[in-house]
T-cell receptor, first 118, second 114 residues
């Protein structure tokens, strides 16, 4: 079956512009995560959606970052007024997270969106 | 807060050599432990995981890891590496108060020379 997909695969933007990154999770997965992979910071958690619960936004680095998940499926990560330090690969992952089994909580990662802020 | 440390940033070895990558985590409660691999140009893939039970877990491609609770460690091993094992390896943890979000180590780049 289809895995996690993300678009665009690459995005180059000018400093100060807003960008939107999209994630399509695996069908039926109730949990969706955003992470960021950068040279200086490694892999870091950004935000987590689980079903209809309020998202865990504890990893968002500033109020320029926001995310939403519509209809319990597709998610969009928005970065306003981009800065050069926002350059990174933004990864999305999803998990079934519906049953109390270990495999239900395995996270499957998408290919990422490489964001370059010039 | 949880934290994960990987001891080696870069490892270079020859084919057929044995590989061991160290991973230590800080959280003392109940945790789930993972090793992910990222092959060149590919996305993160799960190698193996530990949730409970037998502390020696076996994953794909001949990898295994041992959970030692007393040492807060989850080291990854492979007895005989192949050139195709060239990749970056990430240890990760979740569980407890942190919930399902993953905390990753800094990663170890492994280069296997043919």
């Amino acid at each position: 079956g289809a895995g996690v997909s993300q678009s665009p695969s690459n995005k180059v933007t000018e400093k100060g512009k807003d960008v939107e990154l999209r994630c399509d999770p695996i069908s039926g997965h109730t949990a969706l995560y955003w992470y960021r992979q950068s040279l200086g910071q490694g892999l870091e958690f950004l935000i987590y959606f689980q079903g209809n619960s309020a998202p865990d936004k504890s990893g968002l680095p500033s109020d320029r970052f926001s995310a939403e998940r519509t209809g319990g499926s597709v998610s969009t990560l928005t970065i306003q007024r981009t800065q050069q330090e926002d350059s990174a690969v933004y990864l999305c992952a999803s998990s079934l997270a519906r049953f109390r089994t270990s495999s239900s909580y395995e996270q499957y990662f998408g290919p990422g969106t490489r964001l370059t802020v010039t | 807060a949880q934290s994960v440390s990987q001891h080696n940033h870069h490892v270079i070895l020859s084919e057929a050599a044995s590989l061991e990558l160290g991973c230590n985590y800080s959280y003392g409660g109940t945790v789930n432990l993972f090793w992910y691999v990222q092959y060149p140009g590919q996305h993160l893939q799960l190698l193996l995981k530990y949730f409970s039970g037998d502390p020696l877990v076996k994953g794909i491609k001949g990898f295994e890891a041992e959970f030692i609770k007393s040492k807060f460690s989850f080291n990854l091993r492979k007895p005989s590496v192949q050139w195709s094992d060239t990749a970056e390896y990430f240890c990760a943890v979740n569980g407890g108060a942190a919930g399902n979000k993953l905390t990753f180590g800094g990663g170890t780049r492994v280069l296997v020379k043919p």
